[in-house]
């Protein structure tokens, strides 16, 4: 009986340990983007690497745009537009991209958390 008051005391004075309200433990993910329109939406093969311009909602600061599944280089606008710089090569052919945005994902307790990732849109290449 003492060994459980001993055990109960303990658990009353030090809490269960583990559970914090505390911010500076990390952040949960942005919510999930969703891209709406791309600028230009369409280029000729052949043509100069662009910067496409990605208008929709909830983009987070940090967030990445996706040509055919590959990073680019992307700029933060506002929440609704980001940028991201489109190479020469990535336009050298006729064809179509899918466009997609991820948000990054969580920090601290969250780090392993995925970031949302926005719907996908096409982009056409031109003959």
């Known amino acids: 009986m ?10 009353a004075i030090l809490g269960c340990g ?12 942005a919510g999930t983007p969703a891209i709406q329109e ?13 910067t496409l311009t990605v208008n929709g909602s909830h983009f987070a600061n940090g967030a990445v745009v996706y040509w055919n599944g590959s990073a680019r280089t992307t700029m ?8 991201a710089a489109i190479s020469a090569a990535d336009i050298a052919n006729p064809g179509t991209a899918s466009v997609m945005v991820k948000n990054p994902g969580g920090t601290g307790i ?9 719907n996908t849109l096409t982009f056409t290449v031109e003959p």
């Open 18 to 29: 583990g559970y914090s309200n505390n911010s500076s433990s990390g952040s949960m993910a």
């Open 38 to 50: 791309l600028v230009p939406d369409n280029i000729k093969a052949g043509s100069s690497g662009f």
């Open 2 to 11: 003492k060994i459980i008051l001993t055990v109960l005391a303990c658990v």
């Open 110 to 118: 969250y780090m392993n958390q995925p970031g949302p990732q926005s």
């Open 76 to 83: 933060f606008a506002l929440p609704g537009q980001i940028t």
